[in-house]
């Protein structure tokens, strides 16, 4: 026997050379020749994306340089003697870690849970029985048996098919099902056109077969197309390159300030060791322990919120990337529309007749130039209507008082429109029984069926409108029938095309009267007319379009679909705003390298594109990038994979998207909705916006610590803060606000900007301005706070002095949560005050800080004293005056019209 890599092209060779070359009959292997042969083979498995161990998930969660940062920050620390300091910081990195890994593994556990990996089974015919098996132990040679409904579970040469249609759609794109046949093809003819082969991941829609395999597991054209992924590489998100940046960013900074404080303390005469010492344990208090933390709680609760609203996220850091997205190129079929065949018009003698009701709905009319029709009363309506649910392998039938259908989409639609119109398939074929089928042949575009009707045979014909048309010699009119000229055969093909133009699928309707079932079917028909079906358009895509384009985000339709058909629904449902909107055809994209800087322009501008393959895809991906924008792909087929894998963030198809198409995605649309990109879209905005407000929430709160301590040291005070204290205030108190701000549910209009800039760093240089602002402002308070407190006691140098310094800022601190609101919000109403955890966290980091006075455990280990009512006017005063600063500076901002980074530093529309 040959290896079956040598049979390079089996749909050239006749079945019987096919059977030749692989040494079988059609009696199937014997079971010495299967193992030999699964020996030599191996299993029929692809070989799929590795799966990501339990310890590399959890090791990628310390992989940031900002973890880095602590964790030597911590070590420092733990030399210096601060063990305390130490093990808060490990334990900070301990908890990101530990939510991190179990957010992750969760993901990866609802994806596994979410693809069918129950083991299929096949039947195959071994030694001349037929019996069932697992499809990964085919091999090359088993001939294999499907019915309708069956999976194809290896690439196969068709033997014997019998009314057979093959839905190919993961690999072709194409929403509708193909007829098969057995006779040999040309070499070169494209995989889409190769008739008489199946191949693994697409399965029969109608009919039976007996088929060989002829390549298995990674052989086949779906392992080619899985193993093609690995060769993508994945690079680092924009959020992970943004903390790493503001990780490094800090370096310096800190360097500086430890520098400084050294410097001016060793200048005042204090001892030099204590003064290392202190600028040492500055420096580890003024990297914000909290942010990873924090980070990774943001991100995992924005992948639970996604996935409430029917979008899995597979890894946490996509959470984030979602936001920044300027380009979404969505496919058509499922997505943008229902996926369900629904006959809108029928083309008759008589004239057009329009069918409302969409999808499975048996309530709709008919009308005919806007009045009401009675579809059973109009002779040549009922008989159109009657050819279609006799000429028709589908099935429909009533559950519970909901509609069930299996078979072909358009034949269903073909009996849902006869239910609409009182008439009933099984009723029909009672008094019309079936005695003869003549299934579709792909090579004439045909089916019949023939149905005793008094002393005649009725034969009803449904087809191509080429093929219809040609093989009619009359047409049905209002008188009966009249003969069909060549004239008038073209002018019922140019209306075909005009039902094609606006974006409808055609058949064609034919019947006539024969003396006995052995007449043949396709000879001197009379043409009833044309049906033309569409899938249409989801209610809420047209608003949910919209509401993209109001954000900044630019909708592209790819689809394999033809021109006239996807300029349609992209008029329907509002991406192009005129009906006869280019249509810019796969074919055109040519080869990258010899583009024109013109013809990239008009392909970057365009909305819709047809006739898309996957090289075609991964080229649209690629010049979008390279404009500048972050490319969200939508994808459900095996052979959207790649493009899944390239695009920024992939979105896969949850109920009809392929495993591979999901393994190679970050998002999984569960409901198959476009809207639900838009939320996730907005989500991942909120996140952005809340990591944001965390970061500069946690940065000044630091940073105006190490300037209360650093302008005493200039003045020449005793030190308003003790070092446990500040890792006290960083460690507790300023986490709680900050986890309360990474639950922000976004301000109103989020969705009314343009996306940031893809390069746009968390902290622009508005924020590093507010960052000073606010830092220089809560210091002022303390460092005030501290001579009053001085006064009141005696001496700055006492416990208490150094407590109202202490509760100074750390109410200041929980006060400034409301300053980090945005600048377009409202002072009373906004995503801050309208929070209800930033108030539960204020009310716990309250009680938390009066403990850390009066407790007496805490309080000698912090080196606090209790204070009176006096003292505690200061603390009030003095912290609530950074606030009122704060808001006055905003509401100003507000008022005159300046704009904070989120709404418009950094911010601009994608590229048209």
Known sequence: MTRDSDIETPWSLSASDVLERLDVSPEGLSEEAVERRRAQFGSNELREAERKHWAVVLADQFESFIVLLLAVAGVAAFLLGDVVESVAIFAVLGING????????????????????????????????QRTVPADELVPGDVVVLQA????????????????????????????????????????????????????????????????????????????????????TETQTPLQEKLDDLGQTLVPFLLVVATVVLVSGWARGQDLFLMVETAIALTIATVPEGLPIVATLVLARGMWRMADRNALVTNLASVETLGSTTVICTDKTGTLTENRMTVAEYELANGPV???????????????????????????????????????????????GAIEATGDPMEVALLIAGRKAGIDREDLRQSMPEVREVSFDPAVKMMATYHEADDTCRVAVKGAPEAVVEASTRAVTTDGTETLSASERA????????????????????????????????????????????????????????????????????????????????????LVDEPDAEVIEGRELGDRESISEAERDRFIGASIFARVSPEHKLDLIDMHQSAGSIVAMTGDGVNDAPALKR?????????????????????????????????????????????????????????????????????GFPLPLLPLQILFLNVVTDIFPAFALGACGGSDDIMDRPPRAPDEPIMTRTNWTELGFYGVVIAAATVGAFVIGGRISGGMATDEAVTISFLTLAFAQLWHVFDVREVTSGIVRNEVTENPYVWGALGLSTLILVGAVYLPGISLALGTAPIGVDAWSVVLGMSLLPLLVGQLEREARRRFGASNAEAGEGARSPKP
């Open 98 to 129: 530990a939510i991190g890994f179990v957010t992750e593994m969760r993901a990866i556990g609802s994806i596994e849970s979410l693809q069918e990996l129950a083991e299929i089974h096949t039947r195959v015919r071994r030694a001349g029985e």
């Open 354 to 400: 329009e069918v409302t009701g969409v999808g499975l709905e048996t309530e709709g009319v008919f009308r005919r130039d806007g009045r009401e029709l009675d579809g059973s009363g109009d002779r040549i309506v009922r008989d159109a209507l009657e050819v279609g649910v006799l000429c028709n392998n589908a099935a429909v039938t009533e559950r519970d």
């Open 491 to 574: 002018a019922w093909l140019r209306k075909s095309e005009r039902m094609a133009e606006e974006g409808l699928r055609v058949l064609a309707l034919a019947q006539k009267e024969a003396p006995t079932a052995d007449a043949s079917p396709y000879e001197d028909l009379a043409l009833l007319g044309l049906v033309g079906f569409v899938d249409p358009p989801r209610e809420e895509v047209r608003s949910t379009i919209e509401r993209c384009q109001d954000a900044g985000i630019r909708v592209v339709m790819v689809t394999g679909d033809h021109a006239g058909t996807a300029r349609n629904i992209a008029y329907s449902v509002g």
């Open 647 to 715: 695009a920024d963030i992939g979105v896969a198809m949850g109920q009809r998207g392929t495993q591979v198409a999901q393994e190679a995605s970050d998002m999984i649309l569960r409901d198959d909705n476009f809207q639900s990109i838009y939320h996730a879209v907005r989500e991942g905005r909120v996140i952005f916006s809340n990591i944001r407000k965390f970061v500069l929430y946690l940065m000044s709160c630091n940073l105006s610590e190490l300037l209360a301590i650093l302008v005493a040291s200039l003045l």
């Open 149 to 232: 409904g069956d999976f194809v579970p290896a690439d196969l040469r068709i033997l014997e098919p019998s009314k057979l249609q093959v839905d190919e759609s993961a690999l072709t794109g194409e929403s509708v099902p193909v007829g098969k046949t057995s006779e040999p093809l040309a070499v070169d003819i494209p995989l889409a056109e190769r008739e008489n082969m199946l191949y693994k991941g697409t399965y029969v829609t109608r009919g039976s077969v007996e088929a060989v395999v002829v390549t298995t597991g990674p052989d086949t054209e779906l392992g080619h197309i899985s193993a093609s992924l690995q060769e993508l």
